[in-house]
């Protein structure tokens, strides 16, 4: 992946009609997964965007033992009879795994796979950055699933107990409060800085318009860096102290 500094930089040479579409698509798909309240309805978001940009491969996405596996072919919805498709990464690590016949996005909770072809290796060479920052958009929306189904864990009597000593609940949901502000924050930055450059109402210079969408974006991705560590170490945090308690 680019330095931060110049993780978006590429949008420069950005001049065919296949890289606006992808830019567009996912920018566009990222909007409405900050607005998502489930898990089914950002598994149709993934698919929508994979099918819009005709990719072949499949995605994995995993919330506290609800899977969801879907594979793709031409641009479709297709069937599967091979080995199922392992989870990916098993911490917070974020890695990007280049084949010579794929690329590869492993998360905690999804893991993206998309086959190269001699239409799309281009694409693909110059699109890691954007693909990343949606991918990273679901997986903020799927710790956040993972906390709110931690806090309404059900604990027995002794476990309620102990927890209740530990401020295991009201702990979490300041937290998770707290996180839903700044992802409100970050929805607002995109409505205002983000959306109106896609599609200005105003003319405005190229160049201009790409400066200001790499400015925003990398700003936006910084954001979006953070609020995901906060939240992985929160999910990690309250995981332990649950089984700690014999929360199975």
Not at 106 to 114: A, S
């Amino acid at each position: 992946m680019a330095q931060l500094g110049s993780f978006y930089q590429h949008i420069y040479d950005w001049q065919g009609i296949q890289h606006d579409t992808l830019l567009l698509s996912l920018l566009k798909n990222c909007h409405r997964l900050m607005h998502c309240s489930s898990l089914e309805n950002a598994c149709e978001l993934i698919s929508q965007a994979i099918m819009q940009l005709q990719f072949d491969g499949y995605y994995r996405l995993e919330v506290e033992g609800q899977v969801y596996i879907e594979h793709f072919k031409d641009g479709k919805r297709g069937s599967y009879h091979g080995d199922r498709p392992q989870k990916g990464s098993g911490n917070r690590t974020i890695k990007v795994v280049e084949l010579e016949s794929a690329l590869i996005f492993k998360m905690h909770f999804i893991q993206l796979y998309i086959t190269k072809t001699s239409a799309n290796i281009e694409l693909l060479e110059d699109s890691q950055s954007i693909l990343l920052l949606w991918l990273m958009h679901v997986e903020s929306l799927c710790m956040d699933y993972a906390l709110q189904l931690f806090l309404n864990t059900e604990l027995n009597s002794e476990q309620q107990t102990l927890a209740d000593s530990m401020n295991l609940h009201f702990d979490l949901e300041v937290n998770l409060n707290r996180l839903h502000l700044e992802a409100n924050d970050m929805v607002q930055f995109f409505d205002e800085k983000v959306i109106p450059l896609l599609t200005p109402t105003d003319f405005m210079e190229p160049l201009r318009q790409q400066q200001l969408l790499i400015s925003t974006l990398t700003s936006h991705q910084e954001h979006m860096s953070h609020l995901i560590k906060q939240q992985f170490g929160l999910y990690l945090s309250t995981q332990r102290t649950l089984e700690a308690l014999g929360v199975e």
